[in-house]
């Protein structure tokens, strides 16, 4: 590999990282803007693909306003648009949220 393909790979990777940040900035913007009201966004983790082909999982955990933990998830093809996508749905109130029985206490040892 010549000289100009390591910098154009290297110039590719760094775009590919610095949207990357930026969705994740506009996804702790969004739990930021979102935890006055319903409840409280406190974190999430990402789930990278499993298989060949499969989706990025991004679970969000929080609180409801009742105090009940609760969890959300968003899949997506790619890591930038799954923090995206999050972000956006945490903002309009789309995700689904479901009991978090491991916090809850409900989760049952192996």
């Not at 499969?54 to 968003?74: C, E, K, M, R």
């Not at 997506?76 to 309009?92: E, H, I, K, S």
């Given at each position: 590999?010549?000289?100009?393909?390591?910098?154009?790979?290297?110039?590719?990777?760094?775009?590919?990282?610095?949207?990357?940040?930026?969705?994740?900035?506009?996804?702790?913007?969004?739990?930021?803007?979102?935890?006055?009201?319903?409840g409280h966004v406190e974190?999430?983790?990402?789930?990278?693909?499993?298989?060949?082909g499969g989706d990025y999982?991004?679970?969000?955990?929080?609180?409801?306003?009742?105090?009940?933990?609760?969890?959300?998830?968003?899949?997506?093809?790619?890591?930038?648009?799954?923090?995206?996508?999050?972000?956006?749905?945490?903002?309009?109130?789309?995700?689904?949220?479901?009991?978090?029985?491991?916090?809850?206490?409900?989760?049952?040892?192996?």
């Amino acid at each position: 590999m010549g000289t100009q393909e390591k910098e154009a790979r290297g110039e590719s990777q760094d775009l590919a990282d610095r949207k990357v940040i930026r969705a994740l900035r506009y996804l702790f913007a969004s739990m930021e803007a979102a935890s006055s009201g319903e409840g409280h966004v406190e974190s999430f983790r990402v789930r990278g693909p499993q298989y060949d082909g499969g989706d990025y999982l991004v679970v969000l955990s929080a609180t409801d306003v009742d105090g009940t933990p609760v969890v959300a998830f968003h899949g997506a093809a790619t890591l930038q648009d799954g923090l995206t996508g999050a972000g956006n749905r945490v903002r309009n109130g789309s995700l689904k949220w479901h009991l978090d029985k491991w916090r809850a206490g409900g989760h049952k040892a192996s």
